[in-house]
């Protein structure tokens, strides 16, 4: 099994910056990429952005530009830059990572709350 665990997040103006981040441990060698999901309320929970073992990343459209993920493997954490933050990118935002085993997001941090305010 693989704990994620999160911190940051919190409360910006619209425009602003703020950044997440997650720690892997556990079974982390069954780990391939991992990324950041979001869920605003009354929606679906979207992909925001992902990063491989290799360092290959992915974006939302929505958010090219201005996030940026990175990962420290030696840490086992990956972390994501927000800037130039929107009132719709208000949502919990989940960790979670990519099963070598299963190929698919299997492990799931606890979520953390980002509130853009206009």
């Known amino acids: 099994q693989v704990q994620l665990v999160e911190s940051g997040g919190g409360l910006v103006q619209a425009g602003g910056s703020l950044s997440v981040s997650c720690t892997a441990s556990?079974?982390?060698?069954?780990?391939?990429?991992m990324g950041w999901y979001r869920q605003a309320p009354g929606k679906q929970r979207d992909l925001v952005a992902s990063?491989?073992?290799?360092?290959?990343?992915n974006y939302a459209d929505s958010v090219k530009g201005r996030f940026t993920i990175s990962r420290d493997n030696a840490k086992n954490t990956v972390y994501l830059q927000m800037s130039s933050l929107k009132p719709e990118d208000t949502a919990v935002y989940y960790c979670?990572?990519?099963?070598?085993?299963?190929?698919?997001?299997?492990?799931w941090g606890q979520g953390t709350q980002v509130t853009v305010s206009s």
């Open positions: 979670a990572a990519l099963s070598v085993r299963h190929l698919r997001w299997t492990y």
């Open positions: 556990g079974s982390t060698f069954d780990i391939n990429a």
């Open positions: 990063i491989g073992n290799g360092g290959t990343t």
